[in-house]
């Protein structure tokens, strides 16, 4: 069971340093630093800001892409949040690759 849980975190990490880069460089180096473990009282409430600036998409600057961020950033430290990033991020591997940088898989 742990090699099991072991194996879903090593995927989800991995998902989610290729979500990153794919992020203007400036906002993952901001994202990169908020990820660290002694950062996480400031992690939380700039994870609930992104939460909020993605449901506010339609706004100019907000955008839809700030969604996946805030719940990766709850996800350090909320179990459910982690739950939900992993299956978010195994979604888009397998939906829309290319939003994680990879190619189509040819079908």
């Known amino acids: ?9 090593a995927e989800r990490q ?7 880069d794919r992020l ?11 990820l660290t473990p002694e950062r996480r009282w400031i992690r939380i ?3 609930i800001v992104f939460l909020i ?3 506010l998409w339609f706004l100019p600057i907000l955008g839809i892409w700030m969604l996946p961020v ?3 950033l709850l996800a350090e430290d909320v179990p459910l949040f982690r739950r ?7 979604w888009i591997e397998r939906r829309h690759p290319s939003w994680l940088g ?6």
């Open 53 to 55: 600036g993605g449901m």
């Open 102 to 107: 990879l190619d189509k898989p040819a079908q």
């Open 24 to 34: 203007p460089i400036k906002v993952r180096n901001a994202v990169q630093w908020l």
């Open 14 to 20: 991995r998902r989610i340093h290729l979500l990153l």
């Open 1 to 9: 069971m742990a090699n099991h849980q072991d194996y879903n975190e």
């Open 70 to 72: 805030g719940i990766i």
């Open 84 to 90: 939900l990033s992993a299956s978010l991020l195994a």
């Open 45 to 47: 409430p700039i994870a």
